[in-house]
C-alpha cells in the first residue's frame, strides 16, 4: 500500500510541476538560449563597472588616464594620420602646450571652448590639452554655417572658439555676431595667412614649455565636464549634450570590453571627430585603451577598404549608412584582402547585414544602440543579425532599462489605473527607457547645457511614484530572449488608412528596389484627409532613378498603405555630418511642388508613379484626385 501511495504522490508532484513549469516553459527555455550570452555578458559588463570603480575612487580623469600611459608607453603609436605616426609621447607634449598656453590666457577655469577642426590628432590633442587646463570643448559639426553655427556656440556659452585654418570662412560669416569670442586659428601650413582679428594658434603654442600640467591635472575630478559633444539636429537645432570624464571613460572603455577588443589591435576611424562614435568610443580606444587608431579626415567609401590593408588594421568603425555605401562600390580585392575581424558602430541596416559580412568577410558586426546624452545602451556582442543589443532576462534591477507602450496617434505613453506607465511584452514595439540614478555612473543623465532641453527628456513616475527615467524617443521591440531592435524614431512613424506605417522598415524596402540609393521616408499631410500619405526622397544626382522600376517594387513588396503615395527625386543630400538624413525640411516641404524644385511623382489608382504637374496637385488639395 505503501508503494502504491509513493508513486501516487510521486505522480501527482510530477503534475503539478509539470503545470507549474509548464505555464513558464517558453521562459525556462529562453534563459537555457541565452546563458553562453548572458554569462559572456555579465563577465565583461563587471570588468567594465570593476575599471570604472578603480578610476572613480582615485578621482581619474580622461587626462590622467592618458598621461600616466604616455609615461609609461611614450614610444607606443597612439594615432596615425596620413601615414605619419603619433607616439603617446608626441601627444602628451603637444596637448601639454596647448593647454600650458590657455592657462595664459584671461580664460577662467571651467570655460567653454568651440573647436572647429578636421579629423586629425591635433583635434584630439587640443580639446585634450584644454581640459588639462580645465576647460571645456565643445565639439562642433563642421558643416554648420551662419545661424546654426552662432546657435551652436551660444548653447554651450563659450567664451573663445578655436578653428582649423580651412573654416575661416565659416569664421569671417559669423564674426560680427559673435563679437565676445576670442578667435584662435590654428594652420596645418606654417605660411597660412591669419583671419582677420583672430590669434594665430601655432605661433603662440610654438615655443611654450611641454612639461606636465601637474597641478592643474590634479585639480579635476572624475565627474567634471569634459566636453559637449551636439545632438545632429536632424529634428531642429543642435543641442550641446554634457559628457563628463567618467561618461566619456563608460563609453570608451564599454565599448573596449563588451566587444573584446585588444591593446594590440588597429581601428580604422573615418568618422568625423565632432561626434560621438568616431570622437569619443574611437579616439578614446587610443586615450584611455592603448590602442593604435588610425583617422581620416573623411570617410571615402572607396577608399575604405584599402585604407584598412594599407595600415594593417583588425577593427574598423561605421555609422549611419556608411556599410549600405560601402557595398555600392564596386568589387575591389582588397574587399577580403584586409585583417578587419570586426566592425563596430550603430546604424547597421538588418537588410544588408548578411550582404555585408558575406562580400567583406568579416567575422564580427559589433552594433550597439545608445544617445550621447543618454543612460540606456545596448551592444550586440554575439552577432545576432538586425539585433541592436541585448539585456538579459533576468537582469532587470543590475540594469533598469525597459520599453513603455505608446499612444499611437499622440507618441505619449501609456498609463494604467495606478498612473504608472505600462511595459512592453516581447514583440511589442514601445519608447526605450533606462531609469535615472545619479549615484551610478551607468544610469546616470547628465543632460544638455539647455536645461529646458533636459528636462523634456524625463519621464517621471514611470514604475513608481517619484521616479525617473531618460526617454531615449526611440521606438525598439524586444524578443523573448530578450535581444532588441531598433524599429524607429518617435514622430517617424506616421498612420495612413488606419495603419501605423514605420518609416525605417519602408525604407529598407525602398532602397533595396532602387538598388542601394539614399532614400528617406516621412508622412505628408494632405488637407482634408486622416491621417499622413508616405513620401519617399531619393537621392538620384545623375538622374539613374527607374521610376516604373520602383512602382512595381514596392508593389510587390509592400502592402497598398505602406507605399509611398509622393516620391521626390533630390538632386542634393541633406545629410547630417554623421551620415544621417534630415527629414524636418523634407517634411516641412511636403509635395508641394510650388515650393520645390525637384521633380515629384504621384502613385495613381493603377499603381504607376506620375510627374504631379501643376492640375494634379491641385486636384489633390481640392480632394478631386482619387487617393
Same mark, same amino acid.
Given at each position: 500500500?505503501?508503494?502504491?501511495?509513493?508513486?501516487?504522490?510521486?505522480?501527482?508532484?510530477?503534475?503539478? =510541476?509539470?503545470? &507549474?513549469?509548464?505555464?513558464?516553459?517558453?521562459? $525556462?527555455? #529562453? @534563459?537555457?538560449? *541565452?546563458?553562453? +550570452?548572458?554569462?559572456?555578458?555579465?563577465?565583461?559588463?563587471?570588468?567594465?563597472?570593476?575599471?570604472?570603480?578603480?578610476?572613480?575612487?582615485?578621482?581619474?580623469?580622461?587626462?590622467?588616464?592618458?598621461?600616466?600611459?604616455?609615461?609609461?608607453?611614450?614610444?607606443?603609436?597612439?594615432?596615425?594620420?596620413?601615414?605619419?605616426?603619433?607616439?603617446?609621447?608626441?601627444?602628451?607634449?603637444?596637448?601639454?602646450?596647448?593647454?600650458?598656453?590657455?592657462?595664459?590666457?584671461?580664460?577662467?577655469?571651467?570655460?567653454?571652448?568651440?573647436?572647429?577642426?578636421?579629423?586629425?590628432?591635433?583635434?584630439? =590633442?587640443?580639446? &585634450?590639452?584644454?581640459?588639462?587646463?580645465?576647460? $571645456?570643448? #565643445? @565639439?562642433?559639426? *563642421?558643416?554648420? +554655417?551662419?545661424?546654426?553655427?552662432?546657435?551652436?556656440?551660444?548653447?554651450?556659452?563659450?567664451?573663445?572658439?578655436?578653428?582649423?585654418?580651412?573654416?575661416?570662412?565659416?569664421?569671417?560669416?559669423?564674426?560680427?555676431?559673435?563679437?565676445?569670442?576670442?578667435?584662435?586659428?590654428?594652420?596645418?601650413?606654417?605660411?597660412?595667412?591669419?583671419?582677420?582679428?583672430?590669434?594665430?594658434?601655432?605661433?603662440?603654442?610654438?615655443?611654450?614649455?611641454?612639461?606636465?600640467?601637474?597641478?592643474?591635472?590634479?585639480?579635476?575630478?572624475?565627474?567634471?565636464?569634459?566636453?559637449?559633444?551636439?545632438?545632429? =539636429?536632424?529634428?531642429?537645432?543642435?543641442?550641446?549634450?554634457?559628457?563628463?570624464?567618467?561618461?566619456?571613460?563608460?563609453?570608451?572603455?564599454?565599448?573596449?570590453?563588451?566587444?573584446?577588443?585588444?591593446?594590440?589591435?588597429?581601428?580604422?576611424?573615418?568618422?568625423?571627430?565632432?561626434?560621438?562614435?568616431?570622437?569619443?568610443?574611437?579616439?578614446?580606444?587610443?586615450?584611455?585603451?592603448?590602442?593604435?587608431?588610425?583617422?581620416?579626415?573623411?570617410?571615402?567609401?572607396?577608399?575604405?577598404?584599402?585604407?584598412?590593408?594599407?595600415?594593417?588594421?583588425?577593427?574598423?568603425?561605421?555609422?549611419?549608412?556608411?556599410?549600405?555605401?560601402?557595398?555600392?562600390?564596386?568589387?575591389?580585392?582588397?574587399?577580403?584582402?584586409?585583417?578587419?575581424?570586426?566592425?563596430?558602430?550603430?546604424?547597421?541596416?538588418?537588410?544588408?547585414?548578411?550582404?555585408?559580412?558575406?562580400?567583406?568577410?568579416?567575422?564580427?558586426?559589433?552594433?550597439?544602440?545608445?544617445?550621447?546624452?543618454?543612460?540606456?545602451?545596448?551592444?550586440?556582442?554575439?552577432?545576432?543579425?538586425?539585433?541592436?543589443?541585448?539585456?538579459?532576462?533576468?537582469?532587470?534591477?543590475?540594469?533598469?532599462?525597459?520599453?513603455?507602450?505608446?499612444?499611437?496617434?499622440?507618441?505619449?505613453?501609456?498609463?494604467?489605473?495606478?498612473?504608472?506607465?505600462?511595459?512592453?511584452?516581447?514583440?511589442?514595439?514601445?519608447?526605450?527607457?533606462?531609469?535615472?540614478?545619479?549615484?551610478?555612473?551607468?544610469?546616470?543623465?547628465?543632460?544638455?547645457?539647455?536645461?529646458?532641453?533636459?528636462?523634456?527628456?524625463?519621464?517621471?513616475?514611470?514604475?513608481?511614484?517619484?521616479?525617473?527615467?531618460?526617454?531615449?524617443?526611440?521606438?525598439?521591440?524586444?524578443?523573448?530572449?530578450?535581444?532588441?531592435?531598433?524599429?524607429?524614431?518617435?514622430?517617424?512613424?506616421?498612420?495612413?488608412?488606419?495603419?501605423?506605417?514605420?518609416?525605417?522598415?519602408?525604407?529598407?524596402?525602398?532602397?533595396?528596389?532602387?538598388?542601394?540609393?539614399?532614400?528617406?521616408?516621412?508622412?505628408?499631410?494632405?488637407?482634408?484627409?486622416?491621417?499622413?500619405?508616405?513620401?519617399?526622397?531619393?537621392?538620384?544626382?545623375?538622374?539613374?532613378?527607374?521610376?516604373?522600376?520602383?512602382?512595381?517594387?514596392?508593389?510587390?513588396?509592400?502592402?497598398?498603405?505602406?507605399?509611398?503615395?509622393?516620391?521626390?527625386?533630390?538632386?542634393?543630400?541633406?545629410?547630417?555630418?554623421?551620415?544621417?538624413?534630415?527629414?524636418?525640411?523634407?517634411?516641412?516641404?511636403?509635395?508641394?511642388?510650388?515650393?520645390?524644385?525637384?521633380?515629384?511623382?504621384?502613385?495613381?489608382?493603377?499603381?504607376?508613379?506620375?510627374?504631379?504637374?501643376?492640375?494634379?496637385?491641385?486636384?489633390?488639395?481640392?480632394?478631386?484626385?482619387?487617393?
Amino acid at each position: 500500500m505503501a508503494a502504491r501511495e509513493l508513486v501516487i504522490a510521486a505522480l501527482a508532484v510530477f503534475i503539478a =510541476g509539470y503545470l &507549474l513549469i509548464g505555464k513558464r516553459r517558453r521562459f $525556462v527555455y #529562453a @534563459l537555457y538560449k *541565452t546563458l553562453p +550570452r548572458d554569462v559572456l555578458g555579465a563577465y565583461r559588463f563587471i570588468r567594465v563597472n570593476i575599471l570604472l570603480w578603480w578610476w572613480e575612487t582615485r578621482q581619474l580623469t580622461v587626462a590622467k588616464v592618458f598621461s600616466s600611459y604616455a609615461t609609461a608607453h611614450p614610444e607606443k603609436i597612439a594615432y596615425i594620420f596620413e601615414n605619419r605616426e603619433w607616439t603617446y609621447q608626441e601627444l602628451e607634449e603637444y596637448s601639454n602646450r596647448l593647454g600650458r598656453y590657455f592657462i595664459s590666457t584671461s580664460l577662467t577655469r571651467g570655460s567653454r571652448v568651440a573647436l572647429i577642426m578636421e579629423s586629425r590628432p591635433e583635434y584630439v =590633442g587640443t580639446w &585634450l590639452g584644454l581640459s588639462k587646463a580645465g576647460y $571645456v570643448s #565643445a @565639439l562642433i559639426n *563642421t558643416n554648420l +554655417r551662419h545661424e546654426v553655427l552662432v546657435h551652436s556656440m551660444k548653447a554651450a556659452d563659450c567664451k573663445a572658439v578655436i578653428f582649423g585654418a580651412e573654416f575661416a570662412e565659416a569664421i569671417r560669416d559669423v564674426k560680427d555676431k559673435i563679437p565676445d569670442l576670442t578667435l584662435y586659428q590654428w594652420s596645418e601650413l606654417s605660411d597660412t595667412e591669419c583671419l582677420e582679428g583672430a590669434i594665430d594658434l601655432n605661433t603662440e603654442v610654438r615655443n611654450v614649455d611641454p612639461a606636465p600640467l601637474v597641478e592643474e591635472l590634479a585639480r579635476g575630478t572624475p565627474r567634471d565636464k569634459l566636453i559637449y559633444i551636439y545632438t545632429s =539636429g536632424t529634428t531642429g537645432m543642435p543641442k550641446a549634450a554634457v559628457i563628463t570624464n567618467l561618461r566619456y571613460m563608460l563609453m570608451s572603455c564599454g565599448v573596449y570590453y563588451m566587444l573584446n577588443l585588444r591593446s594590440t589591435d588597429r581601428i580604422y576611424n573615418s568618422l568625423p571627430l565632432y561626434h560621438t562614435a568616431g570622437g569619443l568610443i574611437g579616439v578614446g580606444q587610443s586615450l584611455l585603451m592603448g590602442v593604435t587608431v588610425v583617422l581620416r579626415r573623411r570617410f571615402s567609401a572607396s577608399k575604405f577598404w584599402p585604407d584598412c590593408v594599407h595600415y594593417e588594421c583588425t577593427v574598423a568603425q561605421y555609422i549611419g549608412e556608411i556599410c549600405r555605401y560601402l557595398l555600392m562600390v564596386p568589387p575591389n580585392p582588397c574587399d577580403k584582402k584586409h585583417k578587419v575581424r570586426l566592425i563596430f558602430g550603430n546604424g547597421l541596416r538588418p537588410h544588408i547585414w548578411k550582404p555585408f559580412i558575406e562580400r567583406y568577410n568579416v567575422t564580427q558586426i559589433g552594433e550597439f544602440y545608445g544617445a550621447t546624452e543618454g543612460n540606456s545602451n545596448l551592444v550586440n556582442i554575439d552577432n545576432k543579425i538586425g539585433a541592436v543589443g541585448f539585456v538579459p532576462l533576468c537582469a532587470g534591477s543590475l540594469y533598469p532599462v525597459a520599453l513603455l507602450k505608446v499612444d499611437e496617434e499622440t507618441g505619449e505613453p501609456v498609463r494604467g489605473p495606478d498612473g504608472l506607465c505600462v511595459r512592453c511584452k516581447p514583440g511589442e514595439p514601445g519608447i526605450f527607457v533606462g531609469k535615472i540614478n545619479p549615484k551610478k555612473v551607468l544610469n546616470d543623465f547628465c543632460g544638455y547645457a539647455d536645461k529646458k532641453a533636459s528636462e523634456q527628456k524625463i519621464l517621471r513616475d514611470v514604475f513608481r511614484k517619484g521616479d525617473r527615467v531618460f526617454n531615449s524617443g526611440d521606438i525598439l521591440v524586444m524578443d523573448e530572449l530578450g535581444y532588441f531592435y531598433f524599429k524607429d524614431r518617435t514622430g517617424d512613424t506616421f498612420r495612413w488608412r488606419g495603419e501605423n506605417v514605420a518609416t525605417s522598415e519602408v525604407e529598407a524596402i525602398v532602397s533595396n528596389v532602387i538598388g542601394l540609393k539614399d532614400a528617406a521616408v516621412y508622412g505628408v499631410e494632405i488637407p482634408h484627409v486622416e491621417g499622413k500619405a508616405g513620401m519617399a526622397a531619393i537621392y538620384d544626382p545623375e538622374n539613374t532613378l527607374n521610376i516604373k522600376e520602383m512602382a512595381e517594387g514596392v508593389k510587390k513588396a509592400l502592402p497598398s498603405y505602406a507605399r509611398p503615395l509622393f516620391v521626390r527625386v533630390l538632386s542634393e543630400l541633406p545629410m547630417t555630418g554623421t551620415f544621417k538624413l534630415k527629414k524636418k525640411d523634407l517634411k516641412l516641404d511636403g509635395f508641394n511642388i510650388k515650393k520645390i524644385t525637384d521633380t515629384v511623382y504621384f502613385l495613381d489608382n493603377n499603381g504607376v508613379y506620375v510627374k504631379l504637374t501643376e492640375q494634379l496637385y491641385n486636384d489633390i488639395l481640392e480632394g478631386r484626385a482619387r487617393l
